[in-house]
């Protein structure tokens, strides 16, 4: 399984402050109004620099209350995960199954 640390790969100083922000521990996903706040990078930008890493980005599949795309680190998902649910995310990456997210 590919290594889902960020740091050491985002070195760019635009797209630091977003990955921090999404290791923040106070918060467990991220919208990305807040990640565009605290980076001052526009949605847009925010949205590119998110694309560009896709190995450290997990995208939830539920929105927010208001509606609002949400975001949070793979490896903070997948720690998140029970045993049985860490086993099958490995088997179906292994097996070829993308999950589209």
């Given at each position: 399984m ?15 402050p ?6 923040d ?62 086993i099958?995310?490995i ?11």
């Open positions: 590919e290594s889902m640390e960020w740091r050491g790969v985002v070195t760019d100083p635009r797209e630091v977003i990955f921090e922000a999404l290791e521990p106070e918060w467990e996903w991220r919208t990305l109004g807040a990640l565009s706040r605290i980076s001052g990078s526009s949605l847009d930008e925010v949205r590119g620099i998110l694309a560009k890493y896709p190995q450290f980005v997990r995208k939830s599949i539920t929105p927010s209350k208001k509606g609002e795309e949400l975001y949070t680190l793979q490896q903070r998902y997948f720690e998140a995960k029970n045993p049985v649910e860490k099958w995310t088997l179906s990456s292994s097996s070829g199954t993308t999950s589209g997210s």
